[in-house]
């Protein structure tokens, strides 16, 4: 039904700075709210950032004016800009939306991507 494909993970060093992206497709009526999570080893998933359509943000209070979340709608895609990366960020990083699905009325569903690692470290 619908599909989250992650790109933009990888290793960088400390200080440094990454740009994840998340897609959604298939049977999409419409998607409210677009989100980041991460999952650090030995570690619950947490949240990073989400927006909703209307451009409404959340953060972490450990990413606040480092991470910048944003989504273009008309392409159903979500970004998460990472700046001054620190080794603590390191984690799988998914993303997340909930969608009005084609055909099957006013439920949102919750999907997910298939997580992206991104790795600080010198």
């Known amino acids: 039904q619908v599909q989250m494909v992650e790109s933009g993970g990888g290793l960088v060093q400390p200080g440094g700075s990454l740009r994840l992206s998340c897609a959604a497709s298939g049977s999409i009526f419409s998607i409210n709210a677009m989100g980041w999570y991460r999952q650090a080893p030995g570690k619950e998933r947490e949240l990073v950032a989400t927006?909703?359509?209307?451009?409404?943000?959340n953060y972490a209070d450990s990413v606040k004016g480092r991470f910048t979340i944003s989504r273009d709608n008309a392409k159903n895609t979500v970004y998460l800009q990472m700046n001054s990366l620190k080794p603590e960020d390191t984690a799988v990083y998914y993303c997340?939306?909930?969608?009005?699905?084609?055909?099957?009325?006013?439920?949102?569903?919750?999907?997910w991507g298939q997580g992206t690692q991104v790795t600080v470290s010198s």
């Open positions: 927006m909703t359509s209307s451009g409404t943000t």
């Open positions: 997340n939306a909930g969608v009005k699905v084609k055909g099957l009325g006013p439920q949102v569903y919750e999907y």
